[in-house]
């Protein structure tokens, strides 16, 4: 007898759960040994359920078996007195029922415990990237040699890179307490990597795929964690999570049936998720009730200005750009800058975009980014210098981060030598903003 198995999401969402749910039991001390006894425990349901059939919770039988299998781990240690504390935890702990396929809501102590692990995560004794690199691998389920290639580093180094992070986490003595003093500190560091998360998923540096919905999916789920954690539902955390939403609306329209990339301006606008939309604009909305303005609620109003519009050419380019004037300001950066730029282009024409991107600081920064040259090749052909924009294109496909990208280049290449060139589609004019790709460039 052979049984349909749940899809991958399925079990990277309960390795998440129960890897956070078990160290809370056993404390971050023993993170490594919840680690093993999950990924065992994983191992192992993929066997029994493919012989016998799926039981009628597979969670529930995650959690206990997860359990059972660490319980064992600890006895089977030569130091097993050391670990008797523990042992009687587990043992005496009640079975936890996590949902079943049909997505009912997670009891109170799971949802914590996946968010005290997210705020464990987020230590202000760990780096930046490595914060997202433990949000991917003990969130999100990713083994490290994933992380490596979200990161664009060796797996030796992102096996390094997460084993001194795990060893920081594991200095503390528990789980990251949601009432500490610095909440607010660590949800601000929180919110970063998600955006990241998210951001490396929508429109990263992956070699292999120009989007990853896995990513996107695992931050949109956390993000909702946030949403529905009272503490944590600040004005930005709906900001932030209403921009997942809108741009995730339009992801089933970034690639057409060929897996080819379609630049915002010629998107079939009817594939978008309208339900996401409804989505995105109610968080942005409830984020406006707070008096201050993040980031996140000025990319949040961006995404939304694209979202709203009926038409590419209908888009209201002077509100955009007023948008990125703010976030220039919020934080300089040399792509949103780009980003401005080609916002100014759409509303003034070519010849005002051109000016402002040769006037970007700090564009030394952008010698690695593919779409700095892109947008000099499209503003080229919209000033009529088929020549020049056939040398930044070139230039942006020495930059591609992966095949998708290099053909979309390698078309507009071909376009000008065909003589099309001058019949160009228009920049999407929302390009990544400068942090979008900063866990892809470490």
Known sequence: MTATLPDDRFFRRESARLVATLTRVLGVRHLTLAEDAVQETLAAAVQVWAFRGLPDNPSAWLMTAARNRAISMLRRERTSRRFAPEIGRLAEAESVHTPDSAGAHLPEPLRDDELRMMFSCCSPDVSEDAQVALVLSLLCGFSAHEVAEAFLV???????????????????????????????????????????????????????????????????????????????????????????????????????????????????????????????????????????????????????????????EQTPWGEIVQLYDALLRLRPSPVVALNRAVAIAERDGPESGMRELQQIRGAERLAAYPFYPAALGELELRRGRPRAARKHFQAARRLARNPAERRFLEARIASIDAGRGGQTERSDGEGPDGERHRAAER
């Open 154 to 312: 060796s797996l030796a180094a992102m096996e390094k890179r997460l084993a001194r992070a795990k060893k920081v986490l594991s200095g503390s003595r528990a789980l990251f307490d949601l009432g500490a003093r610095d909440f607010d500190a660590r949800l601000t560091a929180v919110h970063r990597a998600l955006y990241l998360l998210f951001n490396e998923g929508y429109h990263g540096a992956s070699p292999d795929a120009v989007v990853r919905r896995d990513l996107c999916q695992e931050a949109m789920r956390l993000g909702a964690l946030l949403v529905a954690h009272a503490p944590a539902a600040t004005p930005a955390t709906h900001a932030l999570v209403a921009l997942m939403c809108l741009d995730a609306a339009r992801l089933p329209g970034r690639l057409d049936e060929a897996g080819e990339l379609t630049e915002l301006s010629r998107q079939d606008r009817t594939r978008w998720d309208g339900r996401l939309i409804a989505q995105g604009l109610e968080l942005l909305e409830r984020s406006a009730r707070g008096e201050v303005v993040s980031e996140y609620h000025l990319e949040a109003a961006i995404a939304a200005s694209h979202a709203l519009a009926p038409t590419a």
